[in-house]
């Protein structure tokens, strides 16, 4: 009954007309010329404080009778006063009260770019997150490797590492990690065609192996069009029982083990066994040791056919492939000497 009272002076208050409705305060903006600026809302602050922050910021028109508590007042007979959300809004003292009120209980909040670039390691992701502000680098490095998360969102190992797909997202800044980890995984599976999905049921790889593998096919390539060659290089040495023997993995495992990676890889590295040692152990490593894109997947499900072994990197990105140990010795010391810091499966 108190509810209907007071709806119903508000109606005899600001409806008795158009024009009565057009001319309220709370139609008519603070400045009609002003420009849009960052307004922040602090998670569960009330719609009082919210409202004096406005009229201190200048988003609110200053009259007489008229202040703060007269939008939370309209807002309460709309039953919206517990219905704004946090985040941050792009506000201008052109917008009318009423406008503005509606944009905070939409949740309208501004969002930021993301760009993940392709071949990201976990912790790359996490920092670049971090520095744009959206979320915490430990938080969502905490997520990436929750127990049972990863099988939440419909993936076949205990890690998001490698399905933390490669793509420019939007986030609001303070998002919850799992919110930003959960985006990136949906994307990842969003981008798989029913054909990716056929040749990967005929391969004799399981999904995560095809992501292992396309991910150190990520790391590999340096020109897009050698994806589906470097694919049948580490197809063909897999098949041979020949270890990949891949610089990549070598370094994922030195992250993992001393949380960074100076630039340079030694040869004393390349002997230092981890589980992601691809020189002193056969086989896929455990897992995946970046993002990686559909082209990389792809190139792995279905490699070029060739006879190559092995291949070692120009100065120009591009790789000069060799059937033979006798032919990439060769190859190695016509690109790589005197050159450090790299070196290709041999």
Request: charged letters at 25%; zero cysteines; hydrophobic letters at 40%.
């Amino acid at each position: 009954m108190r509810r209907a009272i007071l709806l119903g002076l508000a109606a005899l208050a600001l409806g008795l007309g158009g024009l009565a409705w057009t001319a309220s305060p709370l139609n008519i903006p603070a400045d009609s010329a002003g420009g849009p600026r960052t307004f922040r809302v602090e998670a569960g602050v009330s719609l009082a404080e919210v409202a004096g922050q406005l009229e201190r910021e200048g988003l609110l028109p200053s009259r007489p009778l008229f202040g703060p508590d007269v939008l939370v007042w309209y807002a309460r007979l709309l039953g919206q006063e517990r219905q704004i959300k946090s985040g941050e809004y792009d506000l201008s003292p052109a917008q009318t009260p009423v406008q503005i009120l509606a944009q905070l209980v939409a949740g309208h909040v501004k969002t930021y770019p993301v760009t993940v670039a392709p071949g990201l390691r976990s912790d790359e992701v996490a920092r670049l997150l971090e520095e744009a502000e959206i979320v915490s680098g430990d938080a969502f490095l905490r997520t990436v490797s929750a127990s049972g998360f990863a099988r939440e969102l419909g993936l076949e190992t205990e890690r998001l590492e490698g399905y933390l797909y490669p793509e420019t997202y939007r986030f609001r800044r303070g998002t919850p990690a799992e919110e930003v980890a959960r985006r990136m995984v949906e994307e990842f599976h969003s981008s798989w065609t029913e054909q990716d999905r056929q040749q990967a049921r005929q391969s004799q790889l399981s999904i995560h192996e095809i992501v292992t593998l396309a991910s150190i096919v990520e790391k590999e390539t340096g020109t897009p069009e050698e994806r589906p060659i470097i694919a049948g290089v580490f197809h063909n040495r897999l098949a041979r029982g020949m270890r990949l023997q891949s610089d990549p993995t070598v370094i994922y495992g030195l992250v993992a083990a001393q949380g960074s990676w100076d630039g340079n890889i030694r040869y004393r590295d390349l002997r230092n066994d981890t589980p992601y040692n691809t020189y002193t152990r056969a086989g896929l490593p455990p897992g995946p040791i970046a993002g990686v894109t559909m082209d990389a997947i792809r190139a792995v499900l279905d490699p070029a056919d060739v006879p190559f072994l092995y291949f070692v990197a120009r100065s120009d990105g591009t790789h000069q492939f060799s059937r033979t140990l006798r032919e990439h010795t060769n190859a190695v010391n016509r690109y790589q000497r005197g050159r450090s810091g790299r070196r290709d499966p041999s």
